[in-house]
């Protein structure tokens, strides 16, 4: 395994199912661009004259569109910069907080880490998509799943308030779990 000497950019890339690592390569002599995913070479391309250009690929089990896009700064000075499904890394993430809830919770010596895609109510857990049922409650709804033997409820309640929306709550062995920052 040759070492990583045209390593120019890492990404880390939280996604519904894990934290994905990104690494691009760009030999700007000989114009080689090497895109890793998670450790795993995605693409190859070696002897490109045109030093400036994107890459387009995907990230995790969800298929997300990812590109990196090479531009020239100044001489031979360039910047790298990582989409994914077309926004830039911040906006996708920012656009991320508003869509998704993410826990991190140790059961038995084991992590993992929940997430809810709002939109669609599915849960992933340490990168598969989980079993759920539903159910209409009082208040609100219930959406129920088993994590390592533990009975999993993410509550959906209504804040009150319209520009709260919806507060949704993770409860494992009737405890609630801090929401994660990622």
């Keep these: 395994l040759e070492k990583m000497t045209d390593l120019v950019a890492v990404w880390e890339v939280a996604l519904s199912d894990g934290v994905h690592k990104i690494e691009f390569e760009h030999g700007t002599t000989s114009g080689k661009r090497v895109v890793y ?14 030093l400036v250009g994107k890459e387009t690929f995907t990230v995790g089990a969800t298929k997300t569109k990812a590109a990196i896009n090479i531009d020239a700064v100044s001489g031979f000075a360039y910047e790298y910069t990582l989409e994914i ?27 993992y880490r ?19 049922a539903g159910e209409f409650v009082e208040d609100g709804t219930e959406t129920h799943f088993t994590v390592a033997d533990h009975n999993c409820c993410i509550k959906a309640v209504s804040s009150g308030k319209r520009k709260e929306g919806i507060i949704h709550t993770l409860i494992v062995d009737n405890r609630e779990i801090p929401e994660a920052v990622e």
């Design 37 to 50: 995913v998670d450790g795993k070479e995605e693409i190859r391309r070696e002897w490109m004259f045109k």
């Design 85 to 111: 499904n077309g926004k830039s890394l911040k906006k996708y993430m920012e656009n991320r907080l508003k869509t998704t809830n993410t826990w991190i919770l140790n059961l038995g010596g084991t992590d």
């Design 114 to 132: 929940v997430v809810l895609e709002k939109d669609t109510m599915d849960v992933w857990c340490n990168g598969q998509k989980m079993e759920t």
